[in-house]
Structures are given as C-alpha cells and as structure tokens.
C-alpha cells in the first residue's frame, strides 16, 4: 500500500487516521484542563501549564528517539530487511527508558531548582509542585512509541495507542479531581494512567504479537553502535524541536509572570489548550506523511516522495488558515468554556485573537522537518529546530516582552510566521540537493 496505491488518497488514508489518533488527544488536553479549571480554579490552570515543559522534555525524548526509530524501520522495512528494523525499534526503546529513568531521579532530586526555572510563584508553588513530581514518577510510562507502528503501516493500532489510552484518561480525571478530592494530583495521576495503558499496550504489540514483519528479541535491546548514530542523529532534531519548545514555554510563563502575573499565565494556559487541540491535524498530516516518504525513499521511487511532500504543505497550509479564522470569530464561546467572566477570561480572549494568526501557518515547521528527517537527512530539521527557536521565537518573546502581555502574544503568532518562512526556505536547499 505504502509503495503502490495513489499519493492523495494514500495521504488521506494515513493522515485520517494519524489526525484521529492526535486529536483524540486534543480532546483530553481541553477536557483536562476544562477539569482542572472548574474542579480546582485558575490558579491550578496555571500551575498545570507552568509544569508543562515536563511533559514537553519527555515528549522531546520520546520522539526523538521515535522519529529516528520509525525513520530507519521505514526504510529498513522498504529496502527488505526486517532484522535491521527490529533492531532500530529495540535500541529506541532502551534509549528512551534509559533517558526516562535519568530525568525522573534528576528531577525528583532537583524539585525545588526546577520549580523555580519553570517560574513557579508562591501563589502557585505547591500546586505546581504536587503535578510535577507525579508527573516525574510516571515518566518511564510517558510513551507508547506510535511512530514505530505506523512506520510498518500498521495505522489501526497506532491509532488505538492513541484512542485508548485517552479514553482512560478522560474517565480517569472526573473521579480523582471530583471524586476523590485530589485536585491537581488527580489530573497528573489521570495523565500517568493513560500513559501506562499506551506503554502497556505497545510492549504487547512489539515484544508478543507474532502477525508483524519483525519481533523484538533481547539480542535487539542490547546497544548497537551504527544504529544508535543512525538513530539519534536522524531523530535529534525532534529533540532540539521540543527542548526548544520547552525553553519557550519555560520563557514565555516567565516572561508572562512578571508583566501580567496569575492572569495572564492562566490566559495562557488556555490558549495553549486550545492550540494543542486545534494544531492536532497539522500534526496529523506530518506524521500520516512520515511513513509514505521513508517507505517510498528507501525503495526510490522519489516522484511519489515529492508529490506526497506538495500534497502535504497545500493541506496544512488551508487547514491552518480555516482553523484560524474559526477561532478568532468563536473566542468567546471558547474562553467560556473554561473561565467565567472577568478579567482572566478578558485577556484570554485578546491572547488568543493574537495567537490565533500564527495557526495558520503553525503546521508548515514541524512538517518540513518530519519531511527530512524521513528521508533521512536531518541537517535540515537540525536548522530548523535551532535556527527558528535562537533566531526567531526566543528573541521576539524577549524583544516585545517590554510592551507587556499584548506583545508575548504577538511574539507567539509571529514566530509561527516566520518560523514557517524559515522553513519553506530551507527546504528550497533541500529540493536542490534532490536527486529525485
């Protein structure tokens, strides 16, 4: 299928079930915070978000060593060499649970510097505390590596470590916030739980199942030299992607705690909820492409690479200006949602007026970077990654910080822009150096 059915409706097949899988959990991501907000106040809302660069590292880890792994077991797996993609898929997950276990003793040891890096005020200290560290208990569990799955094309169960694990989630969180009393505990507990159901469920699907091209064995575990250069020099940049993610958010909350105070990180708490939720098929579409490029790539078929490539761009791009405009005329019913009337839900709606520009063109980054690195040519995703977070993002948060609130919001939309203008330049390089 990856190698012979038409580009568009392949797209559609694999991004329609991609963007199912990650908007599921868009859907948690408001309904937690909908939870939280209403069974614990703003003040937990903000506690949540400035805790969220935990989550952000983990993920930064997970796919890094995902977009790696699913990158050579694509291409493994295009080129005819199974032993070759379930050694990829064994030294990824011993990278991870190795970097996992580093960052849970680390963090746990170092709680109370890392609650002042991320910018916890009193005001928001202990809940910001309670979050984090179960957060930090559960990061073992923090993944079930869908990446790998879909790069053998195997799309209905990557999207069910997606599905499932939400589901528990969402039904997890009314009963510890509400139920048992348990406030912002109760929301990590409900992250961790649905965490573990995805672990669970993946180590089920590599390490048990027999109806799949390759098997882990134990022999796969162990550390092999050429595959983790491969490995990790192809899935670092979705490392530096989102530990630079992290550092913006951990200087945006910052930034926003000094010129706004619990207001205005509360209004940006929501508004990146609802970013999340919104940004889900953006995110779809570059991972629905991932295993049609790698597959395509490793057997040459490169007309097929670049048509998917084209396909691509032209739907987030449209996606990106509908969702847009959609928010921006609906931001108050959405604001709503979450905060009653007052000032913390006035300047959420000017927040997310401005931040909404940049959905538009929010999709095209992180697509041209997944686009390289399945080719396995990361030296574009490497400049994108730091180029667009120490040229662009950081600076305009910094630069337009002395305007207040107003200016981190226009900061946030116009790195979206020029980030994306980056990126379309740097894969003009990349389409030089084609050889397609």
């Not at 991004?15 to 937690?32: D, E, K, R």
């Not at 937990?44 to 890094?64: D, E, K, Q, R, Y």
């Not at 190795?98 to 200290?125: K, M, S, Y």
């Not at 799955?149 to 510890?176: C, H, K, N, Y």
């Amino acid at each position: 299928m990856l190698g012979s059915r038409p580009i568009g409706r392949l797209l559609w097949h694999t991004c329609s079930q991609t963007t199912l899988s990650v908007g599921v959990y868009g859907i948690y991501a408001l309904t937690n915070a909908w939870f939280v907000a209403r069974g614990v106040g703003a003040d937990a809302m903000a506690a949540v978000n400035l805790a969220a660069p935990v989550l952000l590292i983990l993920g930064a880890v997970s796919t890094t060593v995902g977009a790696g792994g699913a990158s050579l077991v694509s291409r493994r797996l295009g080129a005819d060499d199974p032993a070759g993609a379930a050694r990829a898929t064994g030294n990824a997950f011993a990278v991870f649970w190795l970097a996992a276990a580093l960052i849970t003793v680390t963090g746990l040891l170092a709680i109370e510097p890392l609650l002042t890096a991320l910018g916890a005020d009193p005001a928001t200290r202990g809940l910001t505390r309670d979050y984090t560290i179960v957060l930090l208990c559960g990061a073992i569990v923090s993944t079930g590596f869908s990446s790998l799955v879909r790069a053998e094309g195997r799309l209905r169960f990557s999207t069910m470590l997606w599905v499932v694990p939400v589901l528990v989630q969402i039904a997890l969180d009314p009963l510890l916030i509400f139920g048992l009393g348990w406030g912002v505990r109760g929301a990590a507990l409900g992250t961790v739980g649905g965490q573990a159901v995805s672990a669970a469920m993946s180590i089920w699907f590599f390490f048990l199942q027999r109806d799949r091209p390759y098997r882990i064995t134990r022999a796969d575990l162990r550390p092999h030299g050429p595959t983790l250069h491969a490995l990790i020099g192809v899935g670092a940049p979705s490392f530096l992607a989102g530990f630079g993610a992290t550092l913006v958010a951990v200087l945006v909350n910052n930034t926003l705690s000094h010129v706004g105070g619990a207001t205005a990180l509360a209004a940006y708490a929501v508004c990146a909820r609802i970013q999340t939720f919104v940004m889900m098929p953006q995110l779809g579409i570059s991972q629905g492409l991932q295993p049609i490029v790698g597959y395509n790539a490793g057997r040459g078929l490169y007309h097929r690479v670049a048509r998917a490539r084209t396909l691509s761009l032209g739907a987030t791009v449209i996606y990106g200006a509908l969702a847009a405009g959609a928010v921006i005329v609906g931001v108050g019913p959405l604001v709503a949602l979450f905060l009653p009337d007052g000032d913390a839900a006035t300047t959420t709606q000017h927040a997310l007026r401005i931040i909404a520009i940049g959905f538009v063109a929010a999709g095209v980054t992180p697509l041209i970077s997944a686009y390289s690195q399945s080719l396995g040519r990361p030296a574009i995703s490497y400049a994108i990654s730091i180029g667009t977070l120490v040229v662009v993002k950081a600076p305009l948060v910094i630069a337009l910080a002395h305007i207040g609130a107003t200016g981190v919001w226009t900061a946030l939309a116009l790195g979206e822009i020029l980030s994306a203008l980056v990126a379309v330049i740097l894969l003009r390089r990349l389409r030089l150096g084609y050889r397609g």
